[in-house]
């Protein structure tokens, strides 16, 4: 298996480091023994992820006020987003948590992706300062930096789902929340859209509506509704056979 140094390029001097940025809560717990997790290391990173895309936004959009930067910013470090970031290293893969979260999902849960990451960028700021880290986020957050680039002004995506949707069909796409994780305090929704038996998208958010909008997201990026209307489209030719 690929390590996940080569993954993200960069090579811990202190591996401890490492290991603590991948060390999920649930570990200590079921052992019930003291042992490091990465909730601290999850505030640290956090930190230095909005530092430097804010410094980034800053440079790209020299005519941006604060207001639009810090909208920006928020397509750039919301909960779907790290998860999104986390997937393409395959982060989940390499957490190191007990038995009961990994069998109830836990590799995969949105949450856990999304604070691993900040964990290992706040892992990676202590081992080799802010350059480096600077470094991995801009190579990790490229695709997203770059769509912003393209795509400053925020589109609503529930309206524009439903638009397209709408010029195929007159039904209309359905959101379902699927789960809620968390204290009251930091929730965490999973939520998916689903239109004509095809579900399209899903997502996560610390609201209800975020997590709708997660999935709207998700389904505008993967147009999971072309396949169906091209299978409609050569059920409809062999008819006129």
């Known amino acids: 298996m690929t390590s996940i140094e080569t993954r993200i390029g960069y090579k811990f ?22 042992h490091f997790d990465n909730q601290r290391l999850e505030y640290l990173g956090d930190a230095v992820l909005q530092l430097v895309l804010t410094e980034e936004l800053y440079q790209l959009f020299p005519a941006f006020g604060e207001g639009r930067l810090t909208k920006l910013r928020s ?3 919301s909960r779907h987003a790290l998860q999104r970031y986390a997937q393409s290293i395959n982060l ?7 038995k009961g979260e990994e069998a ?8 856990n992706l999304a604070d691993a990451f900040e964990s290992l960028l706040g892992a ?5 300062g802010f350059e480096k880290a600077k470094e991995v986020v801009l190579k990790l957050c490229s695709e997203a930096v770059n769509f ?6 925020e589109i609503n995506p529930k309206g524009k789902l439903q638009e ?8 209309s796409p359905k959101y379902r929340i699927l789960s809620q994780e968390g204290p009251d305090h930091r929730k965490t929704f999973s939520a ?18 975020e997590a709708e909008i997660r999935a709207a997201q998700d389904a505008l990026e993967k147009r999971g509704w072309k396949a169906l209307t091209v299978c409609e489209q050569v059920v409809k030719s062999r008819g006129e056979m």
């Open 104 to 111: 109830s999902g836990g590799r995969k849960r949105p949450s």
């Open 75 to 77: 397509r750039l470090v």
């Open 192 to 209: 998916c859209v689903e239109w004509q038996d095809l579900t399209l998208g899903s997502g996560a958010g610390r609201s209800k509506k």
């Open 148 to 153: 912003v680039t393209e795509e400053p002004e």
């Open 124 to 128: 990676i700021y202590l081992d080799g």
């Open 13 to 34: 001097c202190n591996s401890l480091l490492l290991a603590e940025a991948l060390t999920h809560p649930s570990l200590a717990y079921e052992t019930q023994r003291p």
């Open 92 to 98: 989940g893969d390499y957490l190191m948590m007990g």
């Open 164 to 171: 397209l949707l709408q010029a195929i069909s007159s039904v």
